[in-house]
């Protein structure tokens, strides 16, 4: 399941991360990458330790601890600090992977099993030419080019990759999450769950249905959950 949420930063705290980001100094983006994904890997990454990353991070961080849709579609347990990469000239591009099952923390060193994988797109999609990601799923391929400041959760376990961009910049955050509820199945049902509950109490007030069901989305989150 692809899900978008959009605006996950504010318009503050987008400029906050394009101007932290004109600055930065790159590094190949290989350095994070596994074997097998580093023979396609070809482009930029903002180093970990580098002064810019540290000050990216916890921006990313806040937002989103704040954004309601993220909460509900990843339940997320464990978030991997955010990287940034950057797609341009002649490091433009990143074909077909799947992402590692298992990072460690850079910061705890806690080993992390990556259930969904996470993109913030940071660059004005109109300022730049390619760059789509594109995820295979069960239903086909999708390509995906959102706002900036927008941000695409997708299963860690699908096969993605980034298009060269042909023209101009193209800069994003990207992260892993572990989730509480390991099943992409699971998790779907109780987004759904969760989505239909909000708009059943906003339109009919909390009424002894819609607290009942409810109680029935906690308790199904109590049996899945892995704490
Ligand atoms: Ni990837």
Redesign the pocket.
Known sequence: MLIQIPELLSPQALQQCQDLLAHAEWVDGRVTAGTQSAQVKNNWQLPEQSRECQALRPIIAQALNQNALFLSAALPKRIFPPLFNRYEGAHNTFGN?I?NAIRACPVTGQRIRTDL?ATVFLSDPDSYEGGELVIEDTYGQHAVKLAAGDMLLYPSSSL?RVEAVTKGARIAAFFWLESLVRETERRRLLFDMDMAILELRSSQGDTAPAVSLTGCYHNLLRMWAEV
């Open positions: 992977h992402d994988s993605h």
